[in-house]
């Protein structure tokens, strides 16, 4: 059986390009076969529409894992995203442990909240499994919301110096996170990108790219779609970091200025640029 697989773990919003659909393609376009198992299902994302649907699928991972043992069915990386409730990280810790390939990754997107703002349905005792869950993964990508909700601190937009990106990332490794890719630092207001901290070498890097005005839904999960795919394949941490960066600019200036398409970006019209990826 072919162990080069990966699985993303994440709710399927039907509408609003976020999540297992904007995931799916990104990494199917990158060449990884991609296994999916949905946390929930909703009937759009949270983020703007009114009185959406929410199916919570937690009871189901046990008996899908079971299944998948049963089958032998094994993965080479695993990806998380927005998870439907907070006993589902412990269900998802036992799909790592008893289905993952020798050396199997966990990439961990601690989706919860953007723009200072925790999403609808996530609280602090979330917030507080979401930094144990942390601890277990090899990279984590928070942004600056996720950041400031895990150190228990205060929110801030823009103006990250390099000692408040050094003091977050001081804060994540005493909760235990080890590789850290943390998303939306702005040291001024032209530019917008990722500070990385690579565990093996101790050091921080950052990228930066101009920033494109307007608010945008669903970039993050195409942020860590395109950079779990990239160091699937190999990459470095920090290549797959800038690698995601420049796919995400370009994603957005597809609907830049768009404002009737207010719930996503249209990544879509881009996703060829991943597929060089795909042939290497
Ligand atoms: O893009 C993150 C995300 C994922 N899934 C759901 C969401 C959001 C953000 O609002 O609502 C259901």
């Not at 909240?113 to 609808?120: E, N, P, Q």
């Not at 420049?246 to 996503?264: L, M, R």
Request: hydrophobic fraction near 40%; charged fraction near 20%; proline fraction near 2%.
């Amino acid at each position: 059986m072919n162990q080069k697989r990966l699985l993303t773990i994440q709710d399927i919003s039907c509408v609003g390009q976020c999540s297992l659909t904007v995931a799916l393609p990104i990494l199917s376009a990158m060449g990884i076969e991609t296994a999916i198992l949905p946390s929930a299902v909703l009937s759009t994302h949270t983020g703007g529409f009114k009185n959406f649907t929410f199916r919570d699928l937690t009871d189901d991972l046990p008996g899908i894992k079971n299944h998948w043992k049963e089958q032998g069915i094994r993965f080479g990386a695993f990806y998380t995203g927005y998870v439907g409730s907070a006993r589902q990280l412990d269900y998802i810790l036992d799909i790592v442990n008893e289905t993952g390939t020798e050396g199997a990754k966990l990439i961990v997107d601690p989706v919860m909240g953007d723009h200072g703002r925790l999403y609808v349905g996530f609280d602090n005792c979330f917030v507080e499994r979401m930094k144990q869950f942390c601890a277990k993964a090899d990279v984590i990508l928070p942004n600056i919301t996720e950041c400031a909700f895990m150190l228990g601190e205060e929110y801030r937009q823009t103006g990250h110096t390099m000692e408040y990106v050094e003091h977050v990332i001081e804060g994540l490794r005493k909760i235990g996170a080890k590789n850290i890719v943390m998303t939306g630092v702005e040291m001024n207001d032209r530019e917008q990108g990722v500070a990385v901290y690579n565990d093996e070498t101790g050091k921080i890097s950052t990228y930066f790219r101009e920033k494109v005005p307007g608010v945008y839904h669903g970039t993050g999960d195409i942020y860590s779609s395109v950079f779990s795919g990239a160091y699937f394949l190999g990459k470095s941490l920090e290549e797959s970091a800038r690698i995601a960066v420049d796919f995400t600019v370009s994603a957005i200036k597809t609907t830049e200025g768009d404002n009737a398409h207010w719930y996503g970006v249209r990544f879509e019209k881009v996703l060829g640029e991943l597929t060089y990826l795909a042939k290497e």
